[in-house]
């Protein structure tokens, strides 16, 4: 009986740790998925439409789809498409701004994507649309805005194929050129870039801030390696 009790007791005991195992396992596994609840989009935000345009043959620009993809998580509705759709793009979001489904336009490009970004701000405010924001991430050719956005951003790299952006007579707006050579970033990765990528989202999620009429505070340089910091910081704007 003694060694029956003594099986018994550990059989008894075993069990308990078996179960106290379960769930441990399985409120570490809950700790670590990732959720997947979204917080619910401000009306600014939601009433925002961000465009990102892809360079030549369209897969030399799929950071853009990461950028896309991250922003849709805060709630911002997107629009990923090739360069060559500029136009028809453009056509879209007057009808949808006219109609009040859009408040807030930024629009985003890399290499030819970026080049285009002039041409579609053009056609936009032709057509009496305004654009809060533009990015342009290594425009490939010598690129003019000859109207304006609210805030033009130029990330190229200086001792790349990249150019910074001049404005024509006439340029209405705020634009910035900034250069980033240095950091170690090529044409083909500088929309991959896990410190351009933050650069260029904290730079739309204080657009919104600013459409809604709240302060947006300076958005900090990338995450970059040091050097590239201090080149970005210490290239001037030149406009």
Sequence with gaps: MRLNGRHTAGASQLSAIRVWAICLLLLSA???SPTT???APTQAAA????????????????????????????????TVANFVSWSSLADEAATAYKAGRIKTIVLV?????????????????????????????????????STGAERYINIYIGDGPGEPVRA?????GKLDNVDVRGSGVGHITIDKNE????????EIDAAITR??????????????????RSAAAAAPARN
Excluded at 48 to 74: C, K, M, P, W
Excluded at 117 to 140: E, T
Aim: proline share 7%; glycine share 12%; charged share 15%.
């Design 37 to 39: 609840a979204k917080a």
């Design 195 to 202: 410190a351009i990528q933050r650069r260029v989202i904290a």
């Design 47 to 78: 009433t925002t439409h961000v465009y990102l345009l892809r360079g030549v043959l369209n897969i030399f620009s799929l950071g853009l789809d990461t950028i896309g993809a991250r922003l849709e998580a805060q709630g911002i509705p997107v």
């Design 30 to 32: 809950v700790a670590m």
């Design 168 to 172: 024509a007579n006439g340029f209405h």
């Design 211 to 228: 459409s809604r009429g709240g302060p947006a505070g300076p958005v900090a340089e990338p995450h970059a390696p040091r050097a590239a």
């Design 109 to 145: 490009g890399h290499s030819s994507g970026a080049t285009a970004l002039p041409d579609m701000i053009a056609k936009l405010n032709r057509l009496g649309v305004p654009v809060k924001l533009a990015i342009g991430l290594d425009s490939v050719f010598k690129t003019k805005l």
